[in-house]
């Protein structure tokens, strides 16, 4: 049964509702709508491109196999990414993993590109320099953190969403993204310039 506080026009949900009556086609566009930015939230919390994308698939497979079972209790998304956090979390408990972290080069391949106006080429290194210290800082958070800063920052999740999806209060949903920005602006003060 649909919580009432959900609005009805959440389509996500309508579209998994229409999945669990037996629309296939459902499913196709919410993998559409949702595998980029479930994508990079898995691989800031792995560290790794291939391994984010199996999880991807795992979070989709998930989602598939619970289509039956599905009720509308909370928006699509911070469903979604309720399950996404979950299975990140326990693949970074695996002690395999910890031999899959980024090495020092690979964030340089996700650092900031700015040649879209073409500016000179001391501001394209110092951009870039900044942008692999930000990502060495962010991969040095812990998990929880991490993730937090990444649902609030970048999917613009409301802190509500997010305590639901990290499975905390939202008190400690202010604590991790406080820390996490605390932690960020230390870790890469030293390389910014006034």
Do not use: C
Not at 165 to 194: F, N, Y
């Amino acid at each position: 049964m649909a919580d009432p506080r959900l609005e009805p026009e959440d389509d996500d949900v309508q579209l998994m509702l229409a999945l669990r009556a037996g629309d296939e086609s459902a499913f196709d566009t919410l993998f559409e709508r949702w595998a980029g930015a479930l994508l990079r939230y898995l691989e800031r919390m792995v560290k790794s491109r291939a391994q984010a994308e199996e999880l991807m698939q795992e979070t989709f497979l998930r989602v598939y196999r619970a289509r039956e079972r599905y009720e509308a209790r909370a928006r699509f998304s911070t469903w979604l990414f309720t399950i996404a956090t979950r299975i990140a979390l326990n693949e970074l408990r695996r002690p395999r993993h910890r031999s899959l972290d980024a090495g020092p080069g690979e964030s340089e391949s996700i650092a900031v590109n700015r040649a879209a106006d073409q500016p000179a080429v001391d501001e394209v290194v110092d951009a870039r320099r900044r942008g692999v210290e930000v990502e060495r800082a962010l991969r040095d958070l812990p998990e929880r953190q991490r993730a937090a800063l990444w649902l609030a920052s970048v999917e613009g999740m409301p802190y509500a969403e997010i305590a639901e999806a990290l499975e905390v209060s939202v008190a400690s949903v202010k604590s991790l993204v406080h820390r996490a920005r605390g932690a960020l602006a230390l870790r890469t003060q030293g390389g910014t310039t006034a």
